[in-house]
């Protein structure tokens, strides 16, 4: 994968901007980031892609490295998701921190109910907010790799299903 598309997948993972994400790196300026996405750089740096594993410890360093593998760590699941808000997020107040353990229960409740989710992330702070939509990210993809299982086995059950048939017919000649 080239940097451009390593970066620009990155920015989409996470939601943000190459403005915004430069901003939450502490550069002056995104040219750096920019200079990348048009393809004028042969890699990420390796101080880029050091400020990216600081403020997003999450983020997958192979991924970063050569685009391969997931954007961020496989480091989720329902009984992981509050150790990894604790550790990884930063300062998050109490009752946020509580509200967060609460909606991770029922992970598929996160996207359908936007209104809560706006009223937690108001209550954050900046760092706490990057950290929530990181969580948020690894939590879409588990769904989408979720949904990918479930037609799998659906597919498997199918066949099961027509070879139980061809045994029956077998069965009664």
Do not use: C, W
């Not at 600081?54 to 593998?69: A, C, D, H, M, S």
């Not at 989710?117 to 690894?138: C, F, P, Q, V, Y």
């Amino acid at each position: 994968m080239r940097p451009e598309e390593i970066l620009s997948k990155f920015l989409d993972e996470l939601g943000v901007s190459a403005s915004e994400l430069a901003e939450k790196l502490g550069y002056e300026r995104a040219e750096k980031l920019y200079k990348i996405l048009r393809g004028q750089a042969k890699s990420i740096s390796v101080q880029i892609q050091e400020d990216i594993l600081r403020v997003y410890p999450g983020t997958n360093k192979l991924f970063l490295l050569t685009g391969e593998g997931e954007v961020f760590k496989r480091e989720f699941n329902n009984n992981k998701i509050g150790n990894y808000i604790e550790s990884h997020v930063g300062d998050i107040n109490t009752q946020v921190f509580e509200e967060l353990i609460e909606i991770s229960k029922d992970i598929k409740s996160i996207p359908d109910d936007k209104d809560e989710l706006n009223r937690i992330i108001h209550g954050m702070s900046d760092e706490s907010h990057s950290g929530l939509k990181i969580l948020l990210a690894t939590i879409k993809r588990l769904e989408k790799e979720l949904d990918v299982k479930d037609e799998i086995i659906k597919s498997k059950d199918e066949i099961i299903q027509s070879k139980n048939e061809i045994i029956e017919l077998l069965k009664n000649k």
